[in-house]
């Protein structure tokens, strides 16, 4: 590895690129506003990816969520491979399909039957109309911060640029997020904070009778990262089924990463429906919902020329076969509190404010906050040019962090060596951002 990132290629594609790709990346999220140009990848192996310019980096992005085995596993690999022989698309289904299915019940508790979509997205777009068609229902609470998709009902307080754009905590305006979004979509979406059991209580009680369900990520993994208070899980479980409101977990991140069973087996909490994406297939294209068989097999049709497809539904076998082996959760998760305790020892000599934790394979570091966020008002709180600083100088000595926000993930290919070599980056540039402040 170099010691110090050098990327011109990188840029020049990217120059390239602004000229037939609309903002020069296929998904916004490929180039933050922090960066002048995206990193452009050539391959990845293991926990390692490799530019263009030849430069190497150990990952913690795991390509957004999917890369629970690291890159290129062998068996995912074999697995896809061995179905591209025998045909990628059919419209129709595959014995596969089956097992796969049969699987998923057994393994997501709230899972008396699946239904398939190809991202997230749509499976949570396909749960909204479930929920509806079941209760007879039209409202559904969601929370600030929390991500679900980008469609015109999902992309609701998402990402508010300020607390001042979010109105009063007790009553949240709504905002949009996309020029093109309807107004309109925003008329069945009640806006919550996160974490505050007594405010969706009071909502309850006034709105029971127009509330079809509540929309939740487990943990609310979309801004840097913010746990469920003790108890409060448990809460909207309790308020929702005495209240006749279903609860949906949006498990596309937390799924298959907490644990096989997501944080639903995680945190013993089981909802009445979840969505499940991202880690599920391994780095291949597959999302979809899973629950109670009267809610998923409410009269809703899923549709979707690639839904499950057979290439993904290969993949999914495979992978869910790798994360079954004996001590892979553990050992992200021993890996995990490797990097979270040493940063946190390094902050801590360095005299450097830092929050950072993690749970199972997923991490997070917060400069400037001593303690978790309860909420997304409190992420304003984080000192996001401190982080830009980190992540700049962690990526130019060959550690890949995620490009505008501290949340990170470990995959079954990290190694100790891996964590051995992030430490001393991050003590490095830690030493350097203490040199500034002091
Ligand atoms: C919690 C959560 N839900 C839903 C989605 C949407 O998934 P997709 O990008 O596959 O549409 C995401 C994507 O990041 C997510 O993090």
Redesign the pocket.
């Known amino acids: 590895m170099s010691d110090r990132a050098k990327t011109e290629k990188s840029k020049e594609l990217f120059d390239r690129a602004k000229e037939s790709i609309v903002g020069g990346v296929a998904s916004t999220l490929h180039k933050s506003e922090y960066e002048e140009y995206p990193i452009y990848i050539e391959r990845g192996k293991g926990s390692k990816l490799y530019d263009v310019d030849g430069n190497e980096y150990i990952d913690y992005m795991g390509g ?2 999917p890369m629970i085995l690291g890159y290129c596993p062998p068996a995912i690999g074999e697995a896809v491979i061995e179905q591209i022989a025998k045909g990628s698309q059919f419209a129709a289904p595959t014995e596969s399909l089956n097992d796969v299915s049969k699987k998923l019940t057994e393994i997501i508790p709230c899972a008396d039957v699946v239904s398939y979509q190809g ?3 749509e499976a ?1 777009m396909v749960i909204f109309r479930m929920v509806r068609a079941y209760t007879g229902k039209d409202k559904i609470i969601k929370f600030e911060g929390h ?3 980008w469609s015109d009902e999902e992309m609701i307080s998402f990402a508010p640029d300020s607390v001042k754009m979010m109105g009063p905590r007790i009553k949240p305006w709504k905002t949009l997020g996309s020029a093109g979004q309807l107004v309109k979509a925003t008329e069945d979406i009640i806006v919550l904070p996160w974490n505050d059991l007594a405010l969706v209580q009071k909502t309850l009680k006034r709105q029971k009778h127009e509330i079809a369900a509540i929309i939740t ?1 487990p943990i609310m ?2 801004c840097e990262v913010v746990y469920p208070k003790p108890g409060y899980l448990e809460g909207l479980r309790e308020v929702t089924a005495e209240n006749d409101v279903l609860l949906i977990f ?1 498990e ?2 937390t799924g298959f990463r907490l644990s096989l069973g997501g944080a639903q087996e995680y945190y013993k909490i089981t909802p009445d429906i979840c969505s499940f ?2 880690a599920v297939a391994g780095g291949f294209p597959l ?1 979809g919902v899973a629950g109670k068989r009267e809610i998923v097999g409410a009269d809703v049709h899923p549709v979707g020329t690639f839904n499950a497809n057979p290439i993904s539904i290969a993949a999914c076998k495979a992978t869910i076969k790798e994360l079954e082996k004996p001590g892979v959760y553990d050992r992200m998760a021993r890996l995990t509190r490797r990097l979270t305790e040493g940063i946190k020892a390094i902050a801590k000599k360095r005299n450097i404010i830092l929050y950072c934790e993690g749970v199972a394979s997923i991490w997070q570091v917060a400069f400037g906050l001593r303690e978790r966020m309860n909420d997304f008002r409190d992420n304003f709180g984080v000192n996001k040019s401190d982080y830009q600083i980190f992540r700049k100088g962690c990526l130019e000595r060959g550690i890949r962090l995620h490009p505008s926000r501290g949340r990170f993930y470990t995959s079954a290919a990290h190694t100790d060596e891996d964590v051995h070599r992030t430490l001393f980056v991050v003590d490095e540039v830690l030493s350097q951002i203490s040199k500034r402040q002091n």
């Open positions: 957004f969520g991202t997230g997205t949570n991500y679900h998709g990520e993994c979309n949006d596309i991140i994406g991202k999302a």
